[in-house]
Nanobody
Framework: QVQLVESGGGLVQPGGSLRLSCAAS????????MGWYRQAPGKQRELVAT???????NYADSLKGRFTISRDNAKNTVYLQMNSLKPEDTAVYYC??????????????WGQGTLVTVSS
């Protein structure tokens, strides 16, 4: 069974930083794009950032300069460094990965989500 496990969410004060991690595990042949999305209360899920296996990144325009996505292909892990956090960044953050398994199958997989709360 292939799964994504997120960690690193929590409560942070405005202006603070957090780093989220998402590790893929299981019978994985290859991981293509990985990314982070978020869903604030009462709003639709939105793109935060994506990164290809080669390291090409894409960000939501409103988050450029504050958030940085990276990945460690050897560890099947994607990270999201979030700086200068604002209350409006409060949301559940979801990891996404497009994975080819050993079976083989192609999966568009989501993590369970991790809550980030920015509040004083």
């Amino acid at each position: 069974q292939v799964q994504l496990v997120e960690s690193g969410g929590g409560l942070v004060q405005p202006g603070g930083s957090l780093r989220l991690s998402c590790a893929a595990s299981g019978s994985i042949f290859s991981i293509y794009a990985m990314g982070w999305y978020r869903q604030a209360p009462g709003k639709q899920r939105e793109l935060v950032a994506t990164i290809t296996s080669g390291g090409t990144t894409n960000y939501a325009d409103s988050l450029k300069g504050r958030f940085t996505i990276s990945r460690d292909n050897a560890k099947n892990t994607v990270y999201l460094q979030m700086n200068s956090l604002k209350p409006e960044d409060t949301a559940v953050y979801y990891c996404n990965a497009r994975i080819a398994t050993m079976d083989p199958r192609y999966l568009d997989l989501w993590g369970q989500g991790t809550l980030v709360t920015v509040s004083s």
